[in-house]
C-alpha cells in the first residue's frame, strides 16, 4: 500500500532505486523538518511497509505528527534492515531456530520455513579469554585454547552457515562485534538484500548485544534486544514498541588538554543517568558534534545502556560519509550520499534543530580525566579524587583494624607486599575504546614515554592489550608503538571482547592466593563499558572504567589508592619521581600520531577475505542438512525444550496460584546477577553436571561459552557470587530457602524441588531491575527453572522484553511501594489473578491485576501489569514469542 503515494524513484551509485520519500509526504502538510532525525528514520520504515495490517494508515500518521510532550504513544511495528549477533548471544539464538526446525517437522511443516528473511551476521568475538598474557606469543596461546574449548559451538555455527540462508559468520581472530560492524559492516543504506527487490532504505538493525548501540556513532539506528526478540526480526517478525520519546542533548564547546573521549562518555553517562533517558532515545546535536571525529561519536554511542537510552545517535553528516570512505567503502558512501540527500536525511550546518522531548546541554570544555566505578559505570569518579574516593570503598569494605592488611609473597624471583588498594587486572579492552585510534594510541605514546624513562609495570598486574580489529594491530605497528606496549607487558592478546565481559582469565597463583588470604580490596582498571560486581574477575572487587591511557599509567603504579595528579606513579631507575603529567601525551602529538599512522588500505587489508578466518577455523570439520544433528554428549549444544509438548494453537491464559516465592532481591539486580556469567565453579550445580558427564573442571570453559547448553545454563541462572538474595541473609551468592521446609540450598536446586511438587514460582525484586546487558538467559533461565511471575518496583527495557518473550508475566507494584514497605518477607503464598479478564481480546497494552499473599496475615495490592502492547499480550498468551512465530509461520 501507499496511501500517501510516496513511493518513487532515485537514482543512487549508478542504479534506479525505490524509495519511501519523505519529501513527497512533506509536500502533503507533515512538518517533518521538526522532527528528530531518529523520528525521521521510523517514519521511513512504516512508510515503505505499509500494508493496511502491521501497517497502517494511522500509524504513518502518528509518527508524522510526533510531538515532544504529547503524552501516551501508540505502538508501531518497526522492522529493522538487519540483524546482528555475537556468538555468547548468537548460538543460542541459532540453537533455538534448529530446534524451531525440528519443531516444524514434528507439527507436519517445512523446516525450510524456519529461515532468516533478513541479512543477518554472527561475530565470533566472546570467547576468547586471557589464559595468557604479557608475552609475545600470547595471542596465539589464547587462540589455540579458544578453539580446543569452543570446537563444538565452532562447528555447530559453521552448520548454521550453510543450512541458513542470509546468514554469515565472522570467524574468530577478526575483532569485536561492534567494531567489525563500524567499519566493515555497517552499509548505511540498505538494497533489499534477502527479498531480491529495488528497495533502498536506511541501514538500521538490532543486536543480541546491548552495546548494539555504538553503530548509532555512524548514524545507523540500532539498539540492543535479547536474543529471542532477535530471532523473531530474523524470522520476519516486527519489533512492536511504543513510539518513543527523544532527549535531545547539545554538545558545544570542545575538548580541553588532557581529556579524551572517554572521558566525555563517562561525563555523557553520568549526566543522562541523572536525567533520566531509560526507554528512550537519545539524540546529539550542535556545534559542538562537528568537534568530534567518528571515533569518538562511537564511543559515546556504544555506552548508552550504561546512560540507559534505548539508542544514542548522531545523525549522518559529512564526517560519516568520509569515515565510510576511508575504511574502504566509497561505492556505499556514494549510494548514501546520494539517498540521504534525498531524504533530507543528511546533517549539514543549514539543518534547522529538532524538537526534542527534553535538552540537556552539555559544554565539551567542562569534561575533566574521569574514571567510573567501583561497579558501575554511572559513577563518575574525577581523576583527581580517585585517592578519596578508593578510601570509601574501603571505609564500606573493612573494619578499621583490617585497613592496613598486606601480605607478601613473592611473583618472578622477586618478594613483594600486596594490600587494599592493589591493581590486579589492567586491561585494555572493549570495543567502548578500542574502536578509537586517538586514545589507542595515546595508550602507545604512553607506553613510549614510560618506556623511555625506564618504567616497567607491577609484577602483580594482570596486563592485556586486546585491539577490537586488526586494524588496530596494524596501526599501532605502523606507528611504532606496539613494541613500547609489549614492553611494558601489554602484549596483544586477542581479538575479542575479553575482560570487559569477565573472560579476564585467572590471575597469577600467588597473586590469587594473596587477595585470598588477606581479603584485599584488589582493583581492575579496564577500557571497558561494564563493571559491575562479579563481571570483571572474582577477586576484583573495585572495578574502574577508565581510557586505555590510563589504563597503562595505573599499571605502572599497580594501585588505585591515590591521587595520579599529585603524587608519583613511580620512581625510575635512578629514583627520581615520575608523575602521570611525565609520561602523557599531548593533543597535538595524538593528532600527529594519527594522521601519520592510520591508511585505508589497512581497513581493505583486515577485511578482505573476513570470512574465511583462520586456518583453524577453514579446517574445522561441521554438519550439514536441514535439520541438525544434535550429539546426546555434547555439553555445549543441546536440543533445548522449548517446543516439547506444543501444539497448534496455544492454551488459555490462567491465573497463577499457590505461587512460592524463589528469590527476593533488592535494587539494582542486573542480568550480570541473573544470568549465567564468567567461570563455573566445581562446586557449583552447574559444575555438578559438567563433572556428571566426565568434563574435568580445567575445561569447564565459562558460561558464556555453553549457552547453548539449556541444563547448564539452568543451573547457573541466579548463580552470580555476589547475588544477594533476602531469603537468606547474609549470604552471598545463588542460595534461597525452600520457605515449607526451611530448608537451604542452591536456587537451582529449591526451583527444581518446587518443580517436583507443582509449585509455580516468583521473583520479588526492587528498582531497575534486570538492568546491564540484553541477555537472553536472565529471562530463559528463570522459565527453566519455573518462575512464572516477576514483581520488581521497575525495569530495564531489554529485560522486561525478554521476560515476556520467554513467557514470564513482568508486574510492577503499586507506585511508591516494594516488597518492604507492604510487608511482603518472602514466605507468604501468592496467587496473580484476574489475567484472563485483563489480557483478553481489546487488550491494549497496561492495566493491573490482584495480587494476594498469604501468610501470618493477607496482603493484598494491585500490580501493574509491565505488558505494554497487544502484541507482547499475543507473545504471553502463546507461552513467548518463539511458539508465537513458529505458530505463525504453521499457519
Not at 488 to 505: A, D, E, H, R, W
Not at 753 to 769: F, H, K, N, Q, W
Not at 775 to 788: E, F
Amino acid at each position: 500500500m501507499d496511501s500517501f503515494q510516496t513511493h518513487t524513484q532515485l537514482v543512487a551509485g549508478g542504479r534506479t532505486h525505490t524509495i519511501a520519500s519523505l519529501p513527497a509526504l512533506a509536500a502533503q502538510g507533515f512538518d517533518l523538518a521538526r522532527l528528530p532525525f531518529a523520528i525521521k528514520i521510523l517514519l521511513e520504515n512504516l512508510l515503505r511497509r505499509e500494508d493496511g495490517d502491521v501497517v497502517s494508515k494511522a500509524d504513518i500518521e502518528a509518527v508524522a505528527r510526533w510531538q515532544p510532550n504529547d503524552g501516551a504513544r501508540p505502538e508501531i511495528a518497526y522492522m529493522p534492515a538487519r540483524v546482528l549477533l555475537q556468538d555468547f548471544t548468537g548460538v543460542p539464538a541459532v540453537v533455538d531456530l534448529a530446534a524451531m526446525r525440528d519443531a516444524m517437522v514434528r507439527l507436519g511443516g517445512d523446516p525450510k520455513k524456519i529461515n532468516p528473511l533478513q541479512p543477518v551476521e554472527l561475530v565470533i568475538d566472546h570467547s576468547v579469554q586471557v589464559d595468557s598474557f604479557g608475552e609475545a606469543g600470547s595471542s596465539h596461546i589464547n587462540s589455540e585454547l579458544e578453539f580446543k574449548r569452543n570446537k563444538e559451538r565452532y562447528a555447530f555455527l559453521r552448520w548454521g552457515q550453510s543450512a541458513f540462508d542470509n546468514f554469515k559468520v565472522v570467524p574468530p581472530e577478526t575483532g569485536i562485534v561492534h567494531q567489525v560492524n563500524l567499519e566493515y559492516l555497517a552499509r548505511l543504506t540498505m538494497t533489499d538484500e534477502a527479498g531480491g527487490s529495488d528497495w533502498l532504505y536506511p541501514d538500521t538493525l538490532v543486536g543480541t548485544d546491548s552495546h548494539t548501540t555504538m553503530i548509532n556513532g555512524l548514524g545507523v539506528l540500532g539498539w540492543g534486544v535479547g536474543g529471542i526478540e532477535a530471532e523473531a526480526a530474523m524470522l520476519g517478525q516486527p519489533v512492536t514498541m511504543l513510539i518513543p520519546d527523544v532527549v535531545g542533548m547539545r554538545l558545544s564547546g570542545r575538548l580541553p588538554e588532557g581529556a579524551t573521549a572517554t572521558d566525555l562518555v563517562l561525563r555523557v553517562t553520568e549526566r543522562l543517568r541523572e536525567h533520566g533517558v531509560v526507554g528512550k532515545f537519545v539524540e546529539f546535536f550542535g556545534p559542538g558534534v562537528a568537534e568530534l571525529p567518528l571515533a569518538d561519536r562511537a564511543t559515546i554511542a556504544n555506552m548508552g545502556p550504561e546512560y540507559g537510552a534505548t539508542c544514542g545517535l548522531f545523525p549522518a553528516d559529512a564526517v560519516t560519509l568520509e569515515y565510510m570512505r576511508f575504511t574502504g567503502r566509497g561505492e556505499a558512501a556514494e549510494r548514501a550520499e546520494a539517498y540521504l540527500v534525498a531524504q533530507g536525511l543528511l546533517h549539514t550546518a543549514d539543518t534547522p534543530e529538532a524538537e526534542y522531548t527534553a535538552v540537556i546541554d552539555l559544554d565539551l570544555g567542562s569534561i575533566v580525566p574521569s574514571l567510573a566505578g567501583p561497579k558501575r559505570p554511572q559513577d563518575r569518579v574525577a581523576l583527581s579524587d580517585m585517592g578519596a574516593a578508593f578510601q570509601k570503598v574501603l571505609d564500606e569494605s573493612v573494619t578499621e583494624s583490617e585497613r592496613g592488611r598486606a601480605v607478601s609473597t613473592e611473583i618472578g624471583g622477586e618478594t613483594v607486599e600486596l594490600g587494599h588498594g592493589m591493581l590486579a587486572i589492567a586491561a585494555v579492552t572493549s570495543c567502548t575504546n578500542t574502536s578509537n585510534p586517538s586514545v589507542m594510541l595515546a595508550a602507545g605514546l604512553v607506553a613510549k614515554k614510560a618506556h623511555a624513562r625506564g618504567l616497567t609495570v607491577k609484577p602483580w598486574v594482570k596486563t592485556s592489550l586486546a585491539p577490537g580489529s586488526q586494524v588496530v594491530t596494524r596501526y599501532l605497528e605502523q606507528a611504532g608503538l606496539l613494541d613500547d606496549l609489549e614492553a611494558l607487558k601489554f602484549n596483544v592478546v586477542g581479538y575479542g571482547c575479553t575482560t570487559c565481559i569477565g573472560n579476564s582469565g585467572p590471575l597469577p597463583k600467588p597473586v590469587h592466593d594473596a587477595i585470598v588470604e588477606g581479603d584485599l580490596v584488589a582493583a581492575a582498571v579496564l577500557s571497558g563499558n561494564r563493571n559491575f560486581e562479579g563481571r570483571v574477575h572474582a577477586l576484583t572487587r573495585a572495578n574502574y572504567l577508565a581510557s586505555p591511557p590510563l589504563v597503562v599509567a595505573y599499571a605502572i603504579a599497580g594501585r588505585v589508592d591515590f591521587d595520579p595528579l599529585t603524587e608519583p606513579l613511580c620512581q625510575d631507575p635512578q629514583g627520581n619521581d615520575v608523575f602521570l603529567r611525565d609520561v602523557w601525551p599531548t593533543q597535538m602529538e595524538v593528532d600527529q600520531v594519527v594522521r601519520d599512522s592510520i591508511t585505508p588500505a589497512m581497513y581493505e587489508e583486515a577485511y578482505g577475505n573476513v570470512y574465511e578466518g583462520p586456518e583453524a577455523w577453514r579446517s574445522m570439520p561441521s554438519p550439514t542438512g536441514k535439520t541438525y544433528a544434535w550429539d546426546s554428549d555434547s555439553t555445549y549444544v543441546q536440543h533445548p525444550p522449548y517446543f516439547e509438548g506444543m501444539t497448534t494453537t496455544p492454551d488459555a491464559i490462567v491465573d497463577v496460584r499457590g505461587a512460592r516465592v524463589l528469590a527476593l532481591f533488592g535494587d539494582s539486580v542486573t542480568t550480570d546477577h541473573i544470568s549465567p556469567a564468567g567461570a563455573i565453579k566445581s562446586d557449583s550445580p552447574a559444575g555438578e553436571y559438567l563433572r556428571h558427564h566426565d568434563v574435568d573442571p580445567v575445561d569447564f570453559n565459562s558460561y558464556g561459552s555453553r549457552r547453548g547448553n539449556h541444563e547448564v545454563m539452568m543451573r547457573g541462572t541466579f548463580a552470580n557470587i555476589r547475588i544477594r538474595n533476602k531469603l537468606v541473609p547474609g549470604v552471598e551468592g545463588g542460595y534461597t530457602r525452600h520457605i515449607p521446609s526451611g530448608e537451604q540450598g542452591s536456587i537451582y536446586d529449591v526451583a527444581m524441588r518446587y518443580a517436583s511438587e507443582d509449585v509455580p514460582t516468583i521473583v520479588l525484586a526492587g528498582a531497575e531491575y534486570g538492568t546491564g546487558s540484553s541477555r537472553d538467559w536472565a529471562a530463559k533461565g528463570p522459565m527453566l527453572q519455573g518462575v512464572r511471575v516477576v514483581i520488581a518496583k521497575s525495569f530495564e527495557r531489554i529485560h522486561r522484553s525478554n521476560l515476556i518473550g520467554m513467557g514470564i508475566l513482568p508486574l510492577e507494584f503499586p507506585k511508591g511501594r516494594d516488597a518492604e514497605s507492604l510487608g511482603l518477607d518472602g514466605s507468604e503464598v501468592f496467587d496473580v489473578t484476574g489475567l484472563t479478564e485483563l489480557l483478553g481480546d481489546g487488550f491494549k497494552g497496561g492495566g493491573t491485576v490482584k495480587v494476594s499473599a498469604r501468610g501470618a496475615k493477607e496482603i493484598t495490592f494491585d500490580a501493574v501489569v509491565r505488558i505494554d502492547t497487544p502484541q507482547e499480550a499475543r507473545y504471553y498468551h502463546h507461552g513467548g514469542i518463539l511458539k508465537y512465530v513458529l505458530r505463525s509461520l504453521l499457519a
